[in-house]
């Protein structure tokens, strides 16, 4: 399996994610792209606050009041935000299941440049994401998204390497994802870059199961730069 | 005081070893006031027509809006320390969760300004105004928000004036932003379609005698998008903790009530309205029988399910 593959595959989420948020599920969406179907993870009023609240993540970040702001795109109200038991943490989990519906649409063309606009807010999803009470959640969807990341690259392995790639995988997602938000090169070549030797490292390594510690550390860390960018002393 | 506590205690831990049921309770409080109004019979589980419950009794409907408001007239001024007792002491720690999880007010500095300034909440049962004051003090203090304003509402003018009275410890009293109306939760004619963002109701929804009524006034009532927020006494999960708590309110609580307000009845009665309310799926399903839809799993248990938040949002 070439790395170029997969890197192509894991860079495409980053850009498939400001592409078509919405679509990829509003069309059939497949798991696995050809397995089986899997239902939409929002009921429909929800897809469509969400979706919308999903265009203001750039400029507001995975926030409450992108959630508002959203809620008034679709025709509700800043009251109506109490649909999301979950808040901000709701825009997250739409945010990688999106990725995840979309890759597939997106992999054998990753975006060329023009589309591959920045979403910035990486750090704060993780700070969200690493909250105890989301982390089991999060997990899941970390591990989803890494699960059809490999399939697309072509690893159908059934041996005990399956789990630890994955959760390899997700690290790595994380981590590129962080470096991105730092990123100030044209068309995100320094991310490429990054990107390119953290799957080199993985693939020559494999140090695979300290890679699951990494994540934690990654978001442990952001999280703990998010609370102290709100003034707390930590 | 202590040392009775403590076997008042172990007697409820006691009990709740035995058999758990009903029969006990039948107390001799309660066949007093049965003889004395002559209620007609419990035919329980199917109501005959025309008769609701009142606690464990079936009484004519008519009877029981106007038994209910004898309640709360003579626990009005004592209504604290029952819910205190009630919730083992942490009634106010749920009201504060409602309330900062319901975050009202528009926030003037991440709000893009719009038409409509502030929230238009209705708060139902809201008798001593507990609520109202917390969710203008929320509004105020976490959002900056000056105009978001509450109407209280409540079928009980001594609860009402009980709410006027504390209103005037705060700083919305005879402000535009405070209102109280007298008014029947299935019957709010004065309140216009349309027009609430937030109707909240929090310990007063098992007293209404017509419940899927009140919840269809409160989908009328509601702007498009506007939530439906209640807070009440719910079913505990734990089954250990549910024979404890049981023994506690049926046990404990009408005793302590004749101790300290004088009044056993009133006190038996919000018990068993409690036991009678609705599981939290099955409230949860009215909710959406209403045409509401709901977040998530639609409702959110406090301390063990002892009390519940359900939310409903109405369509867009
Ligand atoms: C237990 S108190 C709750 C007061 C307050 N909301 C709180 O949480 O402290 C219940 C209130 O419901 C009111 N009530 C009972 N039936 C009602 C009805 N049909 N319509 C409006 N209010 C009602 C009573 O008068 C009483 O004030």
Redesign the pocket.
């Known amino acids: 399996m070439a790395p170029v593959r997969l890197s192509n595959s894991l860079l495409g989420t980053f850009r498939a994610a400001s592409i078509r948020p919405a679509n990829a599920w509003r069309q059939k969406c497949l798991y696995h792209s050809y397995d089986y179907t899997e239902s939409p993870p929002f009921p429909p009023a929800e897809s469509a606050i969400l979706s919308s609240a999903y265009n203001h993540v750039p400029s507001h970040g995975f926030t409450i009041d992108a959630l508002k702001l959203g809620t008034r795109d679709a025709g509700y109200l800043d009251v109506s935000t109490n649909l999301f038991p979950r808040g901000a943490f709701d825009l997250v989990s739409y945010h990688l299941v999106t990725q995840r519906l979309a890759l597939k649409d997106n992999v054998q063309f990753p975006g060329d440049g023009e589309q591959g606009k920045r979403m910035g807010v990486g750090a704060k999803a993780l700070a969200i994401m690493a909250q105890p009470t989301y982390i089991p959640a999060s997990l899941v969807e970390l591990a989803k998204l890494a699960d059809e990341i490999w399939f697309l690259a072509g690893d159908q392995s059934v041996d005990s390497s399956w789990y630890t790639k994955r959760a390899s995988l997700s690290t790595i997602y994380s981590a590129t994802e962080v470096f991105m938000t730092q990123d100030k090169s044209a068309n995100f070549t320094e991310t490429e870059q990054f990107l390119d030797s953290r799957l080199e490292d993985l693939m020559k390594i494999g140090r695979f199961m300290g890679a699951l510690g990494e994540w934690g550390n990654y978001t442990g860390h952001s999280t703990i730069n998010v609370l102290r960018s709100k003034g707390m002393r930590i | 005081m202590q040392a009775s506590r403590t076997q008042l205690g172990r007697q409820l831990l006691a009990g709740s070893m035995g058999r758990v049921s009903r029969e006990p309770y039948r107390c001799f409080s309660c066949s007093v006031r049965q003889a004395q109004q002559q209620a007609p019979p419990p035919k329980a589980p199917q109501d005959a027509q025309g008769t609701t419950h009142f606690g464990f009794q079936t009484v004519a409907e008519a009877l029981k ?1 106007q038994r ?2 004898a309640v ?1 007239s003579s626990v009005a001024s004592s ?1 604290d320390s029952m ?1 205190d007792f009630m919730s083992l002491g942490i009634h106010r720690l749920w ?1 504060d969760h409602f309330v900062r999880n319901l975050n009202p007010g528009r926030n003037p500095l991440t709000s893009p300004s719009s038409g409509d300034k502030g929230w238009n909440i209705l ?6 105004g ?2 109202a004051f917390r969710m203008l003090d929320h509004a105020s203090t976490i959002n900056h928000d000056a105009h978001t304003k509450v109407t209280v ?4 003018p001594d ?1 009402l004036t009980e709410g006027k009275k504390r209103a005037l410890q705060t700083p919305y009293a005879r402000t535009p932003r405070l209102k109280f109306v007298e ?4 019957k709010l004619d004065m309140i216009p379609d349309n027009s609430i963002d937030l109707y909240t109701v ?3 929804i098992r ?3 017509h419940k899927e009524t ?1 919840l269809k006034e409160a989908f009328r009532v509601l702007k498009p998008g506007g939530v439906f927020a209640c807070l009440e006494f719910s079913k505990v999960n734990n089954p250990l903790f549910d024979a404890v708590y049981q023994r506690w309110s049926f046990g404990a609580i009408p005793l302590i009530g004749q101790l300290v307000a004088g009044d056993r009845d009133s006190y038996q009665y919000l018990v068993e309205s409690i036991a009678r309310f609705p599981s939290q799926t099955e409230f949860r399903d009215m909710i959406q029988d209403a045409g509401f839809l709901v977040p998530g799993k639609g409702w959110e248990d406090l301390t063990n399910g002892i009390a519940a938040i359900h939310k409903g949002v109405k369509p867009a």
Do not use: Q, S
């Open positions: 809006e209910v408001g709360f209504y819910n009201k708060d139902i049962a809201g008798g001593t507990d609520i509402a409540d079928i009980n609860m008014a029947n939760a299935e929090a310990f007063g007293n209404f005698t009140a």
